[in-house]
Structures are given as C-alpha cells and as structure tokens.
C-alpha cells in the first residue's frame, strides 16, 4: 500500500477552468440563506486566473516554477501594489487547489518565491464629508436612498451589508441595527447601537416594517450615490 500521490500533467488553462467549475456550486445559495461566495468576487476573481493561465498557455501546472511566477507578477505592473496582491491571492488559492487535485506535488515550494510576497501597498487619503456636507447629502437624497446613506454614514455599515439590509433588521431590536450572520462580510451576527441622530433620520422610515431597505445591484447604488 502507498500513499505517495501521482502528479498529473494538466495544462494550467484546463485547470483553471476546471477549478472555476468546481467553485461554481458556491456562488448558489439555497432559499432563504445566502452564498458561500458572492458572483462579484468569483467574477474578478476569475478573470484574475484566466489571465494567468493566457499568460503560460502551453504549460503545465506540474512544470510552473518561480520564475513562471515572476515572469507573471511582472507583467502586472501597470496595476497597483493592492492589485497586485490580490492576484497573488489568487495564484497561491489555484496553488493550493491544484496539490488537492494532483496536479501540483505537495513539495513544490511556489509559494516561497519572492514574487508572491505581499507588497506593502501605499494608502491613499481617507476622504470624509464634514457634518455639514453629510446633512446637504441626506436632505437632498430622496426615499430609500436617505435611509441607506443615513445608515451608512452614521453606523458605519459596509456597502454589501447595507443592500442585504431589511427594515425588519433596523426596528428588531430597539436601538440597535442587527447585522445577521448571513448578512455581516464576516459571517458573524452582530449589533450595531443606532446613536440619536441615526434615529432621527430613521424616523419618517417607521411605517416600513420589512422588504429590503433599498433594492439595487452594488453598482446601482454607487451609481445614484454619485448622481446625488
């Protein structure tokens, strides 16, 4: 009896779809609960490995090597540092698959090329609006929009939570916003405290008591908030 796998040949673009294929299932989410992983991030996601795999076309995942690697991330770099890393984040995931499946041996050492270190990526300025900004913001925003601008702002909600909010989230628990477990980025249940001038804004909103507080794509939202 042996437990040494046999690596198999597999031309990186075949397994790149194959692992997209694999993953597919994930972004599905049945009634009522939601998707282990969002069509947003899949999407870039994989546009990230089919890069990588047009880049070594004739070759095979068995045959890559840190200077494969190199080569790569050198040729992203019209991108930015956090770009950069995110591919990174990516290769070293469809690694890491890749040895689940054969294709890689468990001893391949990619992971310690140079290549794949995280850089430490410049941060911008944090931009802000003042108080008085923020309130021509809400007195100008219109329906729904108020109240997700009014949440985001004053409860420091992410965009994603946000759209996945319900009113019945807002009132549930009195002076709180609950965030559950299958709408928090972290998967974890928690409550936000509504401070008072949250709960001035929200007000006018009391005569919903459910549906989703504002029904629009990531994208959609973004583009209102940029038209206000």
Known sequence: MTTVATVKRKAIAEAVEEFIKADAPRTKAAEG???????RYTYTRDIRLRRFAKTFANTAVCDLSKAHLEAFIVSLGDF?????????ATVQQFLKWSV???YLP??????????????????????????KEFRALLET???PMRGVLAIGGLASLRIAELLRLDWSDVWRIAGHIEISS??????QRRLVEMCPALAAWLAPFR???KGKIL?????GFQDQAVKL
Not at 33 to 39: D, N
Not at 118 to 124: D, K, M, Q, Y
Not at 182 to 187: A, L, N, P, Q
Not at 215 to 219: P, Q, R, V
Request: net charge positive; aromatic share 6%; charged share 30%.
């Open 215 to 219: 029904d629009a794509t990531k994208d």
């Open 106 to 131: 468990t001893t391949h050492r990619l992971n310690e090329a140079d290549s794949l270190q995280l850089e430490h990526a410049n941060t911008s300025d944090v931009l802000f609006y003042t108080p």
């Open 80 to 88: 930015s540092a956090k770009t950069r890393n995110h591919y990174r």
């Open 141 to 143: 925003a219109d329906g």
């Open 207 to 209: 005569i919903f008591e």
């Open 100 to 102: 689940r499946r054969d």
């Open 33 to 39: 609960q939601r998707a282990q992983l969002s069509t």
């Open 182 to 187: 299958t709408k928090s980025k972290t998967r």
